[in-house]
């Protein structure tokens, strides 16, 4: 019997099996010849290239040559589409961009609205970033409690992220508008309607609130991931040594957390410095340019404007690339210093 | 071998099929502001099925696609073969020019003559489309709120400040707002106009920001500083984003409400007999008491491939019969010129939308020159964005009135000067 396998099958089902696999085999078998063929010609490590070279040909095709001619048209002015139709500027408009009495006071620049858009940016990313780290690390350390029904309420806290940011923006700015549900469930309590979202204050806080709400879920995930990975012999030595929750917290949970916690923190910057779409549904970037942020300022200049000027579009976006690639640097830097500090220990 | 060749026979058959519709697609890009969206569908399908041969796609969209999508793609070479459209001139460029494809080149002259040249390029004589509809800027008033307030509504020779101090009583009386002026620039340049604003220079490129015009908008961003006007509108958005304050004025929380005419179709089915509402014209300023005249023109696009097909639809709709029903069934007042001159019967039982269509009518002849010229102007639209995005900063508090009217100017000059 030895060397002889016993299939515990039925006949027609192995049958069956074989017959849907057959089409495949016949593909491997026909793929087989040229690979083969590839092989001999450019020895084994060649043939990294030609598995890579799909992906690169995707890559190359949807963003390199995107970038390479948006770096173009940053090149070149007018209000139209196709490139022998523009005229080549150099570096004009990088220059109106940079052409600042103050890059801290937006009305002394050219492009005010590009540099009150920066600024807008810049204190979303702090307050946004700021806020969704401490929402989903509370949220994670709730969620990895003994609670009943705790897949429940991690559903409940995921659920957001699976929304359209088009349908969360909706939903908030029926909440908050004059006639909205917030007003309405404030007005037994004395409150006058308030039209939320044509304030200053509020629309920013509002916009940082939403993103935060919609996008939080993702991130908890991230860091509850975390905080299960960590031995629970470490906690239960820590309350044998009658160590406090918030020792226990600052020694054990923080320190061994730090690897999820600067994935969330990268990739939280850099999903904030992009924000868009939830935000230009609720707040349209109002009040006045308040709320308007560096991507909706882009797609205003280049697209939404009877004052379209893709070209400052292009050149602002390449600007915002190169933010965008230095936290992504940021991120890679962080990721393989914990990778080592890992092996290490 | 019979068998192989039936199957090539109706493969064939299948592939000639598909290229024909393809030959004689038309596909229209449309949107509505009322009920013209079911109205056109109707007289097209009665089209399609005089005209088999001929396959109308209508493409029902929202205002902002026609505002912000279809130019990038007329930039593209690319779009719908007609497209119904506002800002008609500073696209002309993208047109087609019906002329030799029409059926009787002459009765378009003749009818839609005076509108024509709002839709080409200068110079031209190209008839590229026509007007679905002559608009008119106006106000309308909840007459029901003037009359619980004991408010008399303001006459035919009222100043904007009258109705700026009648609306207010109106508003303290009923807590609503006063007044509304809907988000664009083209709303706010009747009322510049009517205190003497001229947005064209002498050698028609664009003047700067003059008297006239500072005159009725720092009526308006002290009006919003001072609650009279509903700051909501211009602040819910940044840059150039249209918002009209209709609901609010069906809803029955606006006194007074600076609109158009396009309006009245959405009244007639909104707001019902909820209460009473009447077209007050344009309120003066100190040179005139004019409106803006404007309207949504369709035009057929230069890049069809079907420039025959399109030509047919685009006679079909513009013929006398089609005209009347058209407006007489959307409410609208009509371009036609004999369809305009003829007796007209509204489809409609609300005497609000019959009293306020006469009324517009009547105002549309008080239009001052200057608002004439403005529909056939290419710079009008980057006149009107600019306005918008800039005074909205202002009433946003981010902008001083004086700065704004220097970045109207400045934005208007980058554009120019980028074309």
């Known amino acids: ?50 598995f890579l070279a799909p992906n690169m040909l995707i890559f190359t095709v949807f963003v390199l040559l995107p970038l390479v001619i948006n770096f173009i048209y940053s090149t070149t002015s007018g209000g139209a589409i196709f490139l022998p139709n523009r005229t080549y500027v150099g570096a004009e408009q990088y220059r109106i961009l940079f052409d600042c009495g103050s890059y801290l006071d937006p009305s002394t620049c050219a492009a005010d609205t590009f540099w009150a858009a920066v600024r807008n940016t810049a204190v979303f990313v702090v307050f946004q970033v700021s806020a969704m780290l401490v929402a989903a690390l509370a949220t994670a350390l709730i969620l990895n409690r003994e609670l009943s029904n705790r897949g429940f309420w991690r559903a409940v806290f995921f659920f957001p992220v699976l929304l359209s940011p088009v349908v969360v923006g909706l939903i908030w700015k029926w909440i908050l508008q004059r006639q909205g549900l917030l007003n309405y469930a404030l007005s037994p309590f004395g409150f006058e309607p308030f039209s939320w979202l ?129 936290l992504t640097l940021i991120q890679l830097a962080a990721s393989s210093r914990n990778e080592k500090k890992g092996k290490r220990q | 071998m019979t068998r192989m060749k039936s199957i090539g026979a109706a493969l064939a058959a299948v592939l000639l099929s598909s290229v024909a519709a393809h030959a004689g697609d038309v596909r229209i890009m449309w949107y509505s502001d009322g009920s013209e969206g079911a109205v056109i569908k109707d007289l097209l399908a009665r089209f399609s099925k005089a005209n088999p041969d001929v396959n109308v796609i209508l493409d029902e969209v929202s205002y902002d696609v026609v505002k912000e999508q279809l130019p990038v793609q007329l930039e593209a070479g690319k779009g719908p073969d007609i497209a119904r459209v506002t800002n008609l001139k500073a696209q002309a460029q993208h047109w087609l020019d019906l ?44 007459k029901t709120l003037f009359d619980q307030a004991g408010v008399e509504i303001p006459g035919p020779k009222a100043t904007w400040d009258d109705w700026a101090v009648a609306a207010k009583k ?58 009279i006007v509903n700051k ?60 803006m005249q404007g309207g949504a023109g369709l035009v057929a696009v230069k ?22 029903e058209f407006a007489e069934r959307s409410l609208f007042i009509p371009a036609h010129k004999d369809v305009a001159a003829g007796q007209m019967d509204f489809k409609t039982d609300d005497p609000h939308v019959q009293a306020a269509l006469k009324a517009f009518v009547a105002a549309a002849g008080q239009t001052a020159a200057p608002a004439m010229k403005l529909p056939g102007w290419k710079w009008s639209d980057a006149y009107y964005s600019a306005i918008v995005a800039r005074i909205s900063q202002v009433i946003a508090g981010e902008m001083k009135l004086d700065d704004a009217y220097a970045r109207i100017d400045e934005d208007i000059k980058a554009k120019v000067g980028a074309n």
């Open chain 1, 1 to 50: 019997m030895a060397g002889k396998t016993v299939s515990s099958e039925p006949p027609a089902k192995a049958g069956l099996r074989q017959a849907l696999s057959a089409p495949v085999r016949l593909f491997m078998g026909i793929v087989d010849i040229p690979m083969r063929g590839w092989q001999k010609l450019t020895g084994l490590n060649g043939m990294a290239g030609v």
């Open chain 1, 198 to 326: 044509s304030d200053r204050f509020w629309a920013f806080f509002f916009a940082v609130f939403v993103s935060v709400w919609a996008h939080m879920g993702f991130y908890a995930l991230i860091l509850l991931a975390g905080l299960q990975a960590i031995p629970r012999d470490l906690y239960e030595a820590a309350a044998m040594d009658k160590a406090s929750p918030t020792r226990i917290f600052r020694r054990i949970t923080l320190p061994l957390l730090m690897p999820n916690l600067i994935v969330v923190l990268v990739l939280a910057l850099i999903r904030a410095v992009q924000i868009f779409d939830e935000v230009f549904v609720l707040t349209g970037g109002g009040p006045g340019t308040s709320t308007m942020y560096i991507t909706q300022y882009i797609y205003e200049t280049g697209f939404a404007s009877s004052l379209r000027n893709p070209g400052l579009a292009s050149a602002a976006s390449i600007l915002m690339g190169i933010v965008l690639v230095i």
């Open chain 2, 99 to 142: 002329r030799p494809l029409l059926a009787d080149a002459k009765y378009w002259d003749d009818n839609f003559g005076a509108q024509a040249d709002w839709m080409r390029p200068d110079g031209s004589n190209a008839i590229t489309g026509f007007m679905t509809q002559i608009t008119l800027t106006g106000g309308f008033v909840n």
């Open chain 2, 170 to 227: 109106v508003a303290d009386s009923q807590k609503v707002f006063a007044m509304a002026i809907d988000r664009s620039g083209h709303r706010v340049s009747g009322p510049n106009i009517s205190y003497g604003a001229n947005y064209i220079a002498a050698d028609g490129k664009p003047a700067p920001i003059d008297q006239g015009a500072k005159e009725f908008l720092s009526r308006f961003v002290k009006w919003n500083e001072e609650g």
């Open chain 2, 232 to 291: 909501d509108v211009w602040v819910s958005a940044a840059g150039t984003t249209y918002r009209a304050a209709a609901e609010d004025f069906i809803n029955g929380g606006l006194a007074y409400y600076y609109s158009g005419s396009w309006q009245i179709s959405g009244f007639a089915q909104k707001i019902g007999d909820s209460f009473d509402w009447v077209m007050a014209g344009s309120p003066c300023g100190t040179a005139a008491c004019t409106g």
């Open chain 2, 303 to 324: 890049y069809t491939k079907n420039p025959k097909d399109v030509a047919k639809v685009m006679d079909y709709l513009a013929s006398v019969d089609v005209q009347k």
